[in-house]
């Protein structure tokens, strides 16, 4: 059984940086893609960044060069690293791995999900 566990969320004034960490255990084989979804209050989930097992990456519009994701496949986590915070992405942020061919953002085919942790920019 597939588990993921995030850490690294908190609370940060605009501008500043956080790194959220994805541990991963009990695979076997490397998912087809791995990533990072958000979901604000009142909101729907969004893709926020994916790497697939051939190493393409994607991210959404509003991140693009300001968020990084990579994966350490030695340590089997994966990595949100993100700078230039604004207090629009404040959020729950999951990771989430699926074996499934699925669009990278696309929640509903994601197989398995971390807990989240809370990311909170004030401005």
């Known amino acids: 059984q597939v588990q993921l566990v995030e850490s690294g969320g908190g609370s940060v004034q605009a501008g500043g940086s956080l790194r959220l960490s994805c541990a991963v255990f009990?695979?076997?084989?490397?998912?087809?893609?791995m990533g990072w979804f958000r979901q604000a209050l009142g909101k729907e989930r969004e893709g926020v960044a994916g790497i697939n097992m051939n190493g393409g990456i994607n991210y959404v519009d509003s991140v693009k060069g300001r968020f990084t994701i990579s994966k350490d496949n030695a340590k089997n986590t994966l990595y949100l690293q993100m700078n230039s915070l604004k207090p629009e992405d404040t959020a729950m942020y999951y990771c989430?791995?699926?074996?499934?061919?699925?669009?990278?953002?696309?929640?509903?085919?994601?197989?398995?999900w971390g807990q989240g942790t809370q990311v909170t920019v004030v401005s």
């Open positions: 009990g695979y076997t084989y490397s998912p087809y893609c």
């Open positions: 989430a791995a699926t074996y499934q061919r699925t669009a990278w953002g696309d929640h509903y085919g994601y197989n398995y």
